[in-house]
């Protein structure tokens, strides 16, 4: 039996454009048929809805809020439910898994460390980096920032882009020229607006590194919605 996950989505509770809240996305991806979501919000240095001059402590538990009532709607309704986080800079995109709320407390500031040091520091403490919609052509995006040695794969389907798919096509090619393995997500933000992307496994993912196994493993199927 396959397992479906989305990979890449945000809540209103955490991301300033987001309109759905994280137990009112787990529903509506509970009735897609998906086994799991990772809820991958934006970063304090991306479009986040947590006011940035609260003490560090207090945005962190903001920040995690759409996730956890996403959790605890998954919980009754027999959805998985992950934590990740969309790490920004300048206008490139990161997710980041296998990290969590005191990994957070611990690291302040850590959204205006320098980029490759932060992601030194994620790697350092078992976290893993997929490059968001790599290729992403913006007006707010002045420069596309590059980091194949610092990722742990390339999101080379994002549901969100299938209406301009070169930049899809764009991302795959930069996953192959740097031997980079690839996965898939939607990047919802709204109920909607579920592109109905994300992997389909052969094999319950049951915390992020199995999902960094799969990847590394070509083992997930890339699901465009």
Same mark, same amino acid.
């Given at each position: 039996?396959?397992?479906?996950?989305?990979?890449?989505?945000?809540?209103?509770?955490?991301?300033?454009?987001?309109?759905?809240?994280?137990?009112?996305?787990?529903?509506?991806?509970?009735?897609?048929?998906?086994?799991?979501?990772?809820?991958? !919000?934006?970063?304090?240095?991306? $479009?986040?809805?947590? *006011?940035?001059?609260?003490?560090?402590? +207090?945005?962190?538990? /903001?920040?995690?809020?759409?996730?956890?009532?996403?959790?605890?709607?998954?919980?009754?309704?027999?959805?998985?439910?992950?934590?990740?986080?969309?790490?920004?800079?300048?206008?490139?995109?990161?997710?980041?898994?296998?990290?969590?709320?005191?990994?957070?407390?611990?690291?302040?500031?850590?959204?205006?460390?320098?980029?490759?040091?932060?992601?030194?520091?994620?790697?350092?403490?078992?976290?893993?980096?997929?490059?968001?919609?790599?290729?992403?052509?913006?007006?707010?995006?002045?420069?596309?920032?590059?980091?194949?040695?610092?990722? !742990?794969?390339?999101?080379?389907? $994002?549901?969100?882009? *299938?209406?301009?798919?070169?930049?899809? +096509?764009?991302?795959? /090619?930069?996953?192959?020229?740097?031997?980079?393995?690839?996965?898939?997500?939607?990047?919802?933000?709204?109920?909607?607006?579920?592109?109905?992307?994300?992997?389909?496994?052969?094999?319950?993912?049951?915390?992020?590194?199995?999902?960094?196994?799969?990847?590394?493993?070509?083992?997930?199927?890339?699901?465009?919605?």
């Amino acid at each position: 039996m396959p397992y479906k996950y989305e990979t890449h989505m945000h809540t209103a509770e955490s991301s300033a454009c987001a309109s759905a809240t994280g137990a009112e996305m787990a529903r509506a991806h509970k009735e897609k048929g998906y086994t799991g979501i990772f809820v991958t !919000d934006h970063f304090f240095n991306g $479009n986040s809805a947590v *006011l940035r001059d609260l003490p560090w402590d +207090e945005k962190i538990e /903001l920040f995690c809020k759409g996730y956890e009532n996403a959790l605890e709607e998954g919980k009754k309704i027999g959805l998985d439910v992950f934590f990740g986080f969309e790490y920004g800079y300048h206008g490139a995109d990161f997710l980041v898994y296998n990290l969590d709320k005191q990994w957070l407390l611990k690291h302040k500031d850590i959204d205006k460390w320098k980029p490759r040091e932060a992601f030194a520091q994620m790697h350092e403490d078992g976290g893993f980096i997929i490059h968001a919609h790599p290729l992403r052509d913006r007006d707010y995006i002045d420069h596309i920032h590059l980091f194949p040695k610092d990722v !742990d794969g390339v999101e080379a389907v $994002n549901g969100s882009q *299938l209406k301009e798919p070169w930049m899809n +096509e764009r991302a795959m /090619l930069y996953a192959r020229m740097y031997n980079l393995p690839v996965t898939a997500g939607s990047d919802s933000h709204h109920l909607w607006a579920l592109f109905g992307s994300g992997v389909e496994t052969e094999e319950p993912i049951r915390e992020p590194l199995d999902y960094l196994r799969l990847i590394r493993e070509g083992k997930l199927k890339l699901l465009e919605g």
